[in-house]
């Protein structure tokens, strides 16, 4: 253990940006000892040296409430409200932070808090405590409502517009003295959600891809981001407007809980908690089959995957720490386990490599997640130490079949009993456990998105 800790802290040591493609900062001059001498990144559109938007150009999500009541309710609970308080991310950006000398401080802010950084408030070597309570509302109303339109589709592409007017897609809008309205078609597109939802690493190396995914889908009738993750209901868009069909939920459903700092409200968890459950359920089909059953023999088991999501692959996004993996499981008529894989140690870690208790232990092991692998050839946990991208996923409408061997004792009798399921959870303990985090194990939910079971019996 002690020594693993070791091996992550020299690779955070030997972090190099020597392919970072950075221009000279203005802003850094002012921030430190030898941020005038090395160069931060940045980026003309996403990561500006100079601020492109001024801090009181974008209001608090706090304003809205009085006459948005229920998107501000739902977007309070969603991970966009919490995309710059979530602790994990804090943690891992101060990691890089550390490793980087503060240079790249606006790589992974540049979505989870997009308007902090246009404004200059995010420069090298911020620091959280010191940032507006605006900035860190994250992915805040303003970050897509003065968004006016989309100029790439990965590492926040929006332009923002400075009139302060808001943009949406409502037929004949109702005036109103709190802000101007004005038609914002980009925000009902394709490649609206992508400009921050792919995520291209500093070197060029692909992290996150649901755009990708979603134009690598089959069918001419897929659906957009919007309709899967933004359910349409019936009512009004602001306290006293008309009756509209086809409004936006702002629960943005996804694997993680409602930011726990946020979202509260125990109604609003059942909510969420019952569209999270819907979501999953419309995943993933797995199939189990079995070859004949012989006494002291070996029963061939097959499992069948398949990607039912419309959209991309499964599992999306941050793949490299989320865990999607099979587990299948055989006993005998006494319950006693025949044959097990998918199945964790003490720890509640996977047998696999990165397990304290059972390294390597694990074989047949089936993940979808991803890994990264650094310069040298080994898994890394840090995309800014990786150089490429071993991608495990099930692309959409994809299926595969896996085979496994159950070795059946000779003196066996009645049936052989067998269970397949296809989990998913945001984090791995371990994960937590390295980066100091341990106190958020307890928060790990494992969700089972298709299962399936059977019996065999001997002839
Ligand atoms: C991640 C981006 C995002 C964030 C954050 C966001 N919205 Fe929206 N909002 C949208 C999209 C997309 C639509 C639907 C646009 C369309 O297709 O017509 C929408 C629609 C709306 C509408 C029109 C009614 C409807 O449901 O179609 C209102 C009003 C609105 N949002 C207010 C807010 C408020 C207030 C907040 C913050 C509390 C907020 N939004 C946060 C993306 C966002
Ligand atoms: C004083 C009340 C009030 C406040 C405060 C307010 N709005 Fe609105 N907003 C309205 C009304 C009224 C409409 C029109 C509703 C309709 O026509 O159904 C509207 C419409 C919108 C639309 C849709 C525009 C379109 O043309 O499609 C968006 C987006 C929006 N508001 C976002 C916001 C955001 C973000 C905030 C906070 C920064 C905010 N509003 C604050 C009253 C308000
Ligand atoms: C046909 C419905 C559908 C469409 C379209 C769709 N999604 Fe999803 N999305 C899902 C389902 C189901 C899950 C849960 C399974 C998973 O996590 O992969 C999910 C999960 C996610 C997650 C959480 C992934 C994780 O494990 O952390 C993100 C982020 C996401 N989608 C973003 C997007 C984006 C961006 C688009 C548009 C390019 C999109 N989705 C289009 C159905 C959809
Ligand atoms: C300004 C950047 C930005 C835009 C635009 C944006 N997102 Fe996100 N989104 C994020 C970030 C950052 C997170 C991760 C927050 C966290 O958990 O720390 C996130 C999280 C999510 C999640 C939760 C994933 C999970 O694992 O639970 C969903 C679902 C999602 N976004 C959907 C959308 C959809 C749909 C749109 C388009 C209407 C959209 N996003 C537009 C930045 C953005
Ligand atoms: C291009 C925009 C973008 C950049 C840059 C970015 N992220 Fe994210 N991040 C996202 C989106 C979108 C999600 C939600 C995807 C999902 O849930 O799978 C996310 C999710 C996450 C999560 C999962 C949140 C949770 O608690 O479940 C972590 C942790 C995270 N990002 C860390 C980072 C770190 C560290 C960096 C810098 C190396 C970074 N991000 C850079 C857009 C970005």
């Known amino acids: 253990m002690k020594q693993r800790i070791l091996w992550l802290a020299s690779l955070l040591l030997?972090?190099?940006?020597?392919?970072?493609?950075?221009?000279?900062?203005?802003?850094?001059?002012?921030?430190?000892?030898?941020?005038?001498?090395?160069?931060?990144?940045?980026?003309?559109?996403?990561?500006?040296a100079v601020p492109t938007l001024k801090s009181d150009s974008f209001p608090s999500a706090t304003t809205c409430k009085d006459c948005?009541?229920?998107?501000?309710?739902?977007?309070?609970?969603?991970?966009?409200?919490?995309?710059?308080?979530?602790?994990?991310?804090?943690?891992?950006?101060?990691?890089?932070?550390?490793?980087?000398?503060?240079?790249?401080?606006r790589f992974c802010t540049q979505c989870h808090s997009i308007?902090?950084?246009?404004?200059?408030?995010?420069?090298?070597?911020?620091?959280?405590?010191d940032l507006s309570p605006t900035v860190m509302e994250g992915v805040t109303c303003a970050a897509c409502h003065l968004s006016d339109s989309v100029a790439r589709t990965h590492n926040a592409g929006?332009?923002?517009?400075?009139?302060?007017?808001?943009?949406?897609?409502?037929?004949d809008s109702q005036t109103t003295t709190a802000h101007g309205s004005v038609a914002g078609p980009h925000l009902a597109a394709d490649n609206f959600c992508p400009s921050c939802h792919d995520v291209i690493e500093i070197n060029g190396l692909p992290l996150e891809r649901p755009y990708e995914e979603w134009l690598d889908s089959p069918g001419t009738t897929k659906q957009l981001c919007q309709d899967c993750h933004m359910a349409k209901y019936d009512g009004?868009?602001?306290?006293?407007?008309?009756?509209?069909?086809?409004?936006?939920?702002?629960r943005f459903i996804g694997l993680d809980p409602p930011g726990a700092a946020t979202g509260s409200d125990p109604t609003m968890q059942a909510i969420f908690a019952a569209d999270r459950d819907q979501l999953l359920?419309?995943?993933?089909?797995?199939?189990?089959?079995?070859?004949?059953?012989?006494?002291?023999?070996?029963?061939?088991?097959?499992?069948?995957?398949?990607?039912?999501?419309?959209?991309?692959s499964l599992p999306t996004g941050t793949t490299f720490l989320r865990q999607c993996w099979l587990e299948v499981v055989a006993t005998d008529d006494a319950g006693k386990v025949l044959y097990e894989t998918g199945t964790l140690d003490a720890n509640g870690d996977l047998r696999d490599r990165w397990s304290?208790?059972?390294?390597?232990d694990d074989h047949d092991l089936v993940s979808l997640s991803s890994s990264l692998i650094d310069a040298q050839g080994n898994p890394t946990l840090f995309p800014w130490l990786a150089v490429e991208h071993k991608r495990g996923a099930l692309r959409s409408g994809e299926s595969r079949t896996w085979t496994f061997f159950v070795p059946v004792?000779?003196?066996?009798?009645?049936?052989?009993?067998?269970?397949?399921?296809?989990?998913?959870?945001?984090?791995?303990?371990?994960?937590?456990?390295?980066?100091?985090?341990?106190?958020?194990?307890?928060?790990?939910?494992?969700?089972?998105?298709a299962k399936d079971a059977t019996q065999v019996t001997l002839p």
């Open 158 to 171: 929006l332009t923002f517009a400075a009139d302060g007017k808001m943009r949406g897609n409502l037929a």
């Open 115 to 129: 308007l902090g950084v246009r404004s200059g408030e995010i420069k090298p070597d911020f620091k959280f405590a």
């Open 281 to 312: 359920a419309s995943a993933a089909k797995v199939t189990l089959g079995s070859g004949a059953l012989a006494a002291g023999q070996t029963l061939d088991v097959t499992v069948n995957i398949e990607n039912l999501i419309k959209g991309h």
């Open 68 to 105: 948005h009541a229920q998107q501000f309710a739902e977007w309070n609970g969603s991970r966009h409200a919490y995309a710059a308080k979530d602790p994990v991310w804090e943690v891992l950006v101060g990691l890089r932070q550390k490793a980087e000398n503060g240079l790249q401080d």
């Open 409 to 449: 004792p000779a003196d066996a009798k009645g049936s052989v009993h067998l269970t397949a399921r296809l989990r998913l959870r945001s984090f791995p303990p371990f994960l937590f456990r390295f980066a100091g985090a341990a106190a958020l194990i307890p928060t790990i939910v494992v969700y089972d998105l």
């Open 356 to 360: 304290d208790l059972k390294p390597y």
């Open 14 to 48: 030997v972090a190099c940006s020597s392919n970072t493609t950075a221009t000279p900062d203005a802003a850094s001059t002012d921030t430190g000892a030898d941020t005038d001498v090395a160069v931060a990144v940045t980026d003309p559109l996403s990561m500006p």
């Open 236 to 250: 009004q868009a602001a306290t006293g407007g008309p009756q509209r069909k086809g409004l936006h939920s702002h």
